[in-house]
């Protein structure tokens, strides 16, 4: 089983729809959260770090379940701009070492 | 502001040549991570320094790959002997203190023939 899993979608969702995405964790000793947006062929870039208390930033709201060793990203009102690969991504405790999920793929469709 | 550059671009290389990978994360920034990434999936850990300290290279998939960063600054992955299952996308990160926010680089595509 990989440290970080992601359901690899892909998700098809017509422009204006919200869509959820999930990500578990194993190692309950992870301490920091990310979201990482991966253009085709292009770096990822930073979506949102995640906090234990959850945070919004516009349409995009990331959420933490320690308990249950998840975290959520919550896009509303898709748009076509949204279309990219999301990565979620963990950071341990004490460490460096970050350890990204697979992805998940969206496609938000006019 | 200039973020973080890598070079080559691209790279072909024959089996058993050895590669040289080149990032120039941004400047001031202690914090520098190598991931190597295959298609279709998410970035994997191989290495990371702070500073010139390598502090982890638990990621480093065999012996014939080699990082170093003797200023700081500037840093260098290595490849030795490249076989076909070493192709994929490099890419470099950089951040400050912390790992948290982490700016990645356009990454090199290698593939190994």
Known sequence: ?110 | GAGVSQSPRYKVAKRGQDVALRCDPISGHVSLFWYQQALGQGPEFLTYFQNEAQLDKSGLPSDRFFAERPEGSVSTLKIQRTQQEDSAVYLCASSGPRADEQFFGPGTRLTVL
């Open chain 1, 1 to 110: 089983r990989k440290e970080v899993e992601q359901d690899p979608g892909p998700f098809n969702v017509p422009e204006g729809a919200t869509v959820a995405f999930n990500c578990t964790y194993s190692n309950s000793a992870s301490q920091s959260f990310f979201w990482y947006r991966q253009d085709c062929r292009k770096e990822p870039k930073l979506l949102m770090s995640v906090y234990s208390s959850g945070n919004e930033d516009g349409r995009f709201t990331a959420q933490l379940n320690r308990a249950s060793q998840y975290i959520s990203l919550l896009i509303r009102d898709s748009k076509l701009s949204d279309s990219a690969t999301y990565l979620c991504a963990v950071l341990r405790l004490g460490g460096f070492k970050t350890i990204f999920g697979a992805g998940t793929r969206l496609f938000v469709k006019a």
